[in-house]
């Protein structure tokens, strides 16, 4: 089964707007990560923000988690051309399952 | 060197065909994981193991069978497949799991683009 419900499903933004794609979770998480995915390729971790964390920072990427409301949020600003990807949050279910969310198309318009 | 290679990257075979998929990865990772996407879905957890020894099988069909010869090298098996089973096919390692508190950060092959006709 799935671990997260990512909104919107789908996103279409011009370049240099910002982009945010949430994330919801069931299970209680020792952490949460965020992965890119290109058409037909191998996912590439993005950022990982531990439980005890808020927010965090990495590069044009802000992630913030609220673990009150099962609920994560994953910014991209300045967006360009290349960020055009599906992105997915995943969490480790039990010891050793890493189960990923829905995840949100982002297309970035030129 | 933190990548994970998969080959073939591309691979089509009859529903009576046996075939293999190979992972290998030189990160020292003693965590790999199979998964298998359909298109616009998100990938499916299919098998983990842990340390050589498979920990865990998500209800997968036995014509899927796993094999780990070597900390580096990770297999799947594939045998009497259905249309349905084609997906991309992708391997996964990580350095281990929270609970020896290790990175859990996985790394991801490019994926086997798979076609049962």
């Known amino acids: 089964s799935q671990q997260g419900e990512e909104d919107p499903q789908a996103l279409s933004i011009q370049e240099g707007e910002n982009a945010t794609m949430n994330c919801s979770y069931k299970?209680?998480?020792?952490?949460l990560q965020w992965y890119r995915q290109n058409s037909g390729r191998g996912l590439v971790h993005l950022i990982l923000i531990r439980s005890n964390e808020r927010e965090k920072h990495s590069g044009r990427l802000r992630v913030t988690l609220d673990t009150s409301k099962k609920s994560s949020s994953l910014l991209i600003t300045a967006s360009r051309a290349a960020d055009t990807a599906s992105y997915f949050c995943?969490?480790?279910?039990?010891?050793?399952?890493?189960?990923f969310g829905q995840g949100t198309r982002l297309t970035i318009n030129p | 060197d933190t990548e994970v290679t998969q080959t073939p990257k591309h691979l089509v075979m009859g529903m009576t065909n046996k075939k293999s998929l190979k992972c290998e990865q030189h990160m020292g990772h003693r965590a790999m994981y199979w998964y298998k996407q359909k298109a616009k879905k998100p990938p499916e957890l299919m098998f983990v193991y842990s340390y050589e020894k498979l920990s865990i099988n998500e209800s997968v069909p036995s014509r899927f069978s796993p094999e780990c010869p070597n900390s580096s090298l990770l297999n799947l098996h594939l045998h009497a497949l259905q249309p349905e089973d084609s997906a991309l096919y992708l391997c996964?390692?990580?350095?281990?799991?929270?609970?020896?508190?290790?990175?859990?950060?996985?790394?991801f092959g490019q994926g086997t683009r798979l076609t049962v006709v």
């Open positions: 996964a390692s990580s350095q281990g799991f929270i609970s020896a508190g290790l990175n859990t950060e996985a790394f």
């Open positions: 995943a969490s480790i279910q039990g010891a050793q399952k890493l189960v």
């Open positions: 299970t209680s998480i020792n952490n």
